[in-house]
């Protein structure tokens, strides 16, 4: 059970305790350990725990160890922008996360100000549109997932008409607006718009209105445990399918928590720790080792993130230089050759947006089966 | 039309959970003015009780079930009367008010840090499936959760009216001096509420825990909802808080249907803000006469 | 008067270091103590209301968001800080007059839910309203105002602003307390209805109690702005209105520094515990309920009561809890 949330924390002091001393590289992590993005922020960062740990035994990045600092967002803007505040305060070499799209917004003008690099976990699409040269996504933004997810409405599932069913907050207002504009571009008339609350609970009224729009197909898009009460609800009153999402609806939280309901579901995954890729199946059974649970998109993102800062600064660099880090990463791309544990094959552009190959799968006896690969948007 | 009569169900089953919880409230402030800012989470909580008995303590459904209603009528009931209501009360309302909004703090907090952030899968009442009655299929466990709490207001109704601890409740609540003059024992008539109030909270909780999932915020809408009704429906009758439980329920899920999503919660803000201005009695309450 | 004397010393040393602070705090340090004064300026407003009025108001946290957008919304369109500042404060003053006018005629604890109902209303109208809120994307890059030519970009002359305005508001509150104004609230604290038999307007004086306060809450949402630099609807929802309630409250209400003790505990405690996260919360809630029960009126209650161990029986301390339902015969 996971219920003692002491484990990540002591692991966390110890960590910090024992590579505590002045030649040491600082990594923060600055991201949703409670508040409503938790489960996330909490994946992310035992995703980042488990990288520095596994860089820690071998060695540190260019000899010397990693010490790793957490600090909660609470995922609020306002405590956010303190805590990274502090978190810039203690100079760090680079800074992962937050998570939450709304809390990389209040904190990445400070973070630019400072001129540090930082990995975040957000996917709204407006973050590498604002000119910071020192961001550096972690997954695709919804502007690159939406695309995708869009054409597989459009030529597998040949559907005309989408009811959507969204969060009210930047992730799912952002993922709502790219989609809308993608869905036009296809032709593909949205019949049903309802939003939703974060945190919300009784979704009767919402699959009533998705009922009554009777719609080739619904689109869930909002946080893990809505997106299961909202499948919960939905089996509960005989909506009909074919359920759609990205990445939220088919992750593994959500399928914990919707147990049936969550069967046959099916849609986009930028990053999945069920990906037919060994290099990731050996990630998960270690994470899994580690912290007793299995992990879900936002464990590689952290993972990968704190590993390809580990491969610049040696491969590409040589020394620790956060603007030629910046520099160097746009345009970058790290294949698993070069180094392994970034798992797979990515690429940073100009405006650190991510590159990666992605995942078309379906959700068949409480697994998340991968049915097709889609190759990268780039070369 | 399906339509209407699905909603309307949902509505009355989660009206029927509001009632619940209003009730208790209403109690509490009747007997004893209490305002309680934590009723919501003394909601959240019994849940967390029967399923630390399902999993530290490896009972089974039904015996935690029965572990965690009596936990919760002690320690939501007795213990928070003994410890934080009574010093409390002397001093007056507004540090009561505080102290329950403090102890809300506690509770939320005490369950994310000691039990986890996550939401929590909870064992439901009843089987998954739809039934189809008259052409319209409804949700099993939406009839379960409606028919078991229409016959818990049903039995504390009879409870209060038929029985002679009922009556002496109605009576301290009432007026509490001179039911004293009639010997009646005040002090223990207002636990009794307490102890209701608990069992109240637990029945809530483990009707709607299967839809909602057991998280550490699901006390702060249900709370704020739980406050509405009570008051909508009148604050100091519990046929009052029966009615405005009810009329919530359908209220929001129509509103939410029909009209605009992201304005959802304000309907019912705009109600109660319209009843205590102009109605401050409730739609069944009495007047309460200001005392000078 | 030993009482006054230990009161200006620690007032004189409180005052030093809030000057001294910028030059031995990082600007995480200083962050945090302007969002302290901020709060505070807040807080006073609420203690107007609350602690001398008597009137039990959860809308603190709207009339600061409300304060905030008005900020942000016009400097990020180039408006000048001073103007913004001044429309906030009045719009608030306004928008509380307003809602007083029929809110204040029910009694205190449904005065708690109407105001309850209006910050989740307000809260609800700058999520949904994008088109001037920018919505759940909030308003980024607020400026930061310039006085008399002199920016305030860096952290330490932001916060010297933030100070000076505390100042200021402390100053014109206390003015306001001492004032006939200020005696009014109190009676009608005490006891409304001898105050309305002594010929006291006790509608106009509560009117104005809380319209002051909602002006405060105003002003502290338009330094709020500039200070975050970032505003969204998420810190305006009801929790920073029961933060505030419980600010007031905690530090004594209806004492003058109440409320600086009140954000005290609330601000600066919660950032030094923050190791313990979860349990400073949990031990900050645990506070709240001993007090309320053993303490009411706070911790400068409590000092009040450590130093005057015999207070004449006839007469209470200074500010009793504020409550309707108690029949006081406070000789004053």
Redesign the interface.
């Known amino acids: 059970m996971r219920g003692m949330k002491l484990g990540p924390v002591v692991s966390a002091l110890l960590l910090m305790a024992g590579a505590a001393g002045a030649a040491d590289v600082k990594l923060a992590y600055v991201g949703e ?2 508040g409503s993005i938790a489960v996330s922020g909490g994946n992310f960062r035992d995703g980042v725990i488990l990288a520095v740990e596994e860089i820690n035994a071998a060695g540190g990045i260019l000899k010397e160890k990693i010490a790793l600092s957490q ?2 967002t609470q995922t ?3 405590v956010a ?2 805590q990274m ?2 978190a ?2 203690g100079e760090p070499y680079v800074v992962l996360g937050p998570i939450f799209s ?1 809390n990389v ?2 904190t990445m ?1 400070l973070l630019q100000q400072a001129e540090i690099p930082h990995l975040i976990g957000g996917e709204a699409g ?1 973050l590498t549109t604002l000119g910071d040269r020192f961001l550096f996504r972690t997954s695709f933004g919804q502007q690159i997932g939406m695309p995708k997810i869009a054409n597989f409405i459009r030529d597998e599932l040949k559907a005309k008409t989408i009811a959507l069913i969204w969060v ?3 992730f799912g ?1 952002g993922g709502r607006d790219n989609l809308m504009k993608q869905l036009a571009e296809r032709n593909i008339k949205l019949v049903a718009d309802v939003s939703t609350e974060s945190g919300q609970v009784d979704f009767a009224a919402d699959v009533v209105k998705l009922k009554a729009a009777n719609a080739d197909a619904v689109f869930v898009y909002s946080n893990e445990e809505e997106c299961a009460r909202i499948m919960r609800e939905a089996r509960k009153q005989g909506l009909k399918g074919p359920f759609v999402g990205d990445t939220t609806l088919l992750s593994q939280k959500t399928i914990e928590l919707a147990g049936d309901a969550a069967n046959g579901v099916m849609g986009h995954v930028g990053l999945t720790a069920d990906a037919p890729i060994p290099a990731v199946a050996e990630f998960t059974a270690r994470f899994q080792k580690r912290f007793n649970y299995k992990p879900d998109h936002n464990g590689i993102k952290g993972y990968t993130a704190v590993y390809a800062v580990k491969y610049v600064t040696e491969k590409k660099l040589g020394k620790f230089d956060r603007k030629a880090l910046a520099q160097v990463m746009h345009g970058l791309t790290i294949a698993p050759k070069d180094e392994p544990a970034i798992l797979i094959e990515t690429t940073w552009d100009n405006v650190g947006e991510i590159d990666r190959i992605s995942f078309l799968a379906e959700v068949v006896n409480g697994q998340q089966k991968i049915t097709k690969i889609l190759p990268k948007l780039g070369k | 039309m399906a339509d209407i009569l699905q909603l309307l169900v949902a509505g009355l089953a989660t009206g029927a959970i509001y009632a619940l919880v209003a009730i208790g409230f209403t109690l509490l402030w009747q007997t004893s ?1 209490t ?1 309680n800012f934590a009723q919501g989470e003394f909601v959240m909580l019994p849940a967390f009780f029967v399923l630390i008995a399902m999993s530290y303590f490896g009972l089974s459904f039904w015996p935690a079930v029965a572990v965690g209603t009596l936990v919760s009528i002690i320690v939501l009931g007795a213990l928070f009367k003994r410890l ?1 209501v009574d ?2 009360i002397r ?9 329950t ?3 809300a ?2 509770m939320k ?2 369950v ?2 000691f039990y986890g952030a996550d939401a929590q899968p909870f064992p439901p009442l009843a089987a998954d499936i739809n039934v189809t009655i008259l052409g319209v299929a409804f949700a099993m466990q939406s009839l379960v959760v409606l028919a078991i709490g229409i016959a818990a207001v049903v039995a504390l109704q009879l409870f209060l009216n038929r029985t002679r601890t009922g009556r002496c409740m109605q009576a301290t609540a009432q007026n509490p001096t001179a039911a004293r003059l009639l010997g009646i024992p005040v002090e223990r008539m207002i636990l009794y509420t307490f102890l209701i109030n608990g069992a109240l909270v637990a029945l809530a909780s483990i009707l709607i825990t299967p839809i909602y999932l057991a998280k550490f915020t699901n006390g702060e809408w249900l709370g ?1 909802y739980a ?2 009704a009570a ?1 909508v429906g009148g604050f100091n009758q519990v046929r009052g808080a029966i009615a405005g439980g009810l009329l919530l329920g359908v209220v929001d899920n129509f509103a939410a249907a029909y009209l605009s999503s ?2 959802r ?2 309907l019912p ?2 109600i ?2 319209v009843v ?2 102009f109605r ?1 009695q409730g739609l069944l309450g009495r007047i309460e006469e ?3 | 008067m030993r009482r006054g004397l230990l009161a200006g010393i620690v007032l004189t040393l409180a005052a030093a270091f809030l000057i001294a602070a910028p030059f031995a705090f ?3 340090g200083i ?2 103590l302007s ?1 302290w004064a901020v709060m505070t300026i807040a807080a006073i407003g609420l203690n107007l209301t609350l602690g001398y009025a008597g009137q ?1 108001s959860l809308a603190q946290a709207a009339f600061v968001g409300i304060g905030a957008y008005i900020t942000a919304y016009l400097t990020t369109r180039g408006w000048p800080f001073w103007i913004t500042y001044v429309f906030g404060a009045v719009a608030c003053f306004a928008i509380g007059w307003l809602l007083g006018y ?2 204040l ?6 005065l ?3 105001t ?3 910050n ?2 307000v809260y ?1 109208v700058f ?2 309203e994008e088109w001037v809120t920018g ?4 308003i ?2 607020v400026p930061r105002p310039h006085v008399l030519g002199w920016p305030t970009n860096g952290p330490r002359e932001f916060y010297y602003f933030c100070l000076a305005h505390l100042a200021l508001i402390s100053l014109a509150s206390w003015w306001v307390i001492r004032s006939p104004w200020g005696r009014a609230f109190m009676a009608l604290r005490e006891n409304p ?1 001898r105050a309305l038999s002594l010929g006291v307007d006790t509608r106009r004086y509560t009117l104005m109690a809380f319209a002051l306060g909602a002006g405060l809450g105003g002003i502290a949402g338009a330094l709020y702005a500039p200070l ?3 505003v ?1 609807p ?2 305006f929802a009801l929790g920073l209105s ?1 933060n505030l ?2 600010m007031v ?1 905690v530090g004594g209400s209806g004492y003058f520094f109440g409320p600086f003790l009140g954000a005290i505990v609330a601000v600066l405690l919660p ?1 030094w515990l ?1 190791f313990t ?3 400073y ?2 031990g ?6 001993i007090l ?3 303490r ?1 009126t706070g911790l400068l209650g409590l000092a009040d009561r450590l130093l005057k161990p015999r207070s004449k029986p006839a007469a209470k301390v200074a500010a009793a ?3 309707a ?2 029949q006081t015969e406070a000789a004053r």
Request: aromatic share 10%.
């Open positions: 350990i409670s600090l909660d609020n803007p306002g922008r303190s505040q502090k810039i305060d709304g917004k209040a003008q407006e009210n907050n930047d207002k | 003015q305002i934080v010093p409390m001093h007056g309302v507004l540090p009561l008010v505080i102290a909004i403090g102890l703090i506690l907090e005490a994310r840090e704020l406050f509405i008051i992201q304005y919660m304000a803000l705009l109660l803000i205590i201005l401050p200001r005392t000078v | 990082k600007p995480y962050f945090i969002m039990i029929p809110a005629r029910v009694q205190h604890h449904y708690a839910f109407v309850l109902a209006f989740t209303l609800l999520r949904n919505g759940i994307y909030g980024s890059n209805v975050v630099q970032f969204d998420t810190p029961l309630l419980l409250v950032e923050r996260e979860g349990f919360l949990m900050y809630a645990l506070l709240v309920i309320m029960a053993f009411p809890t504020p409550d339902a108690m």
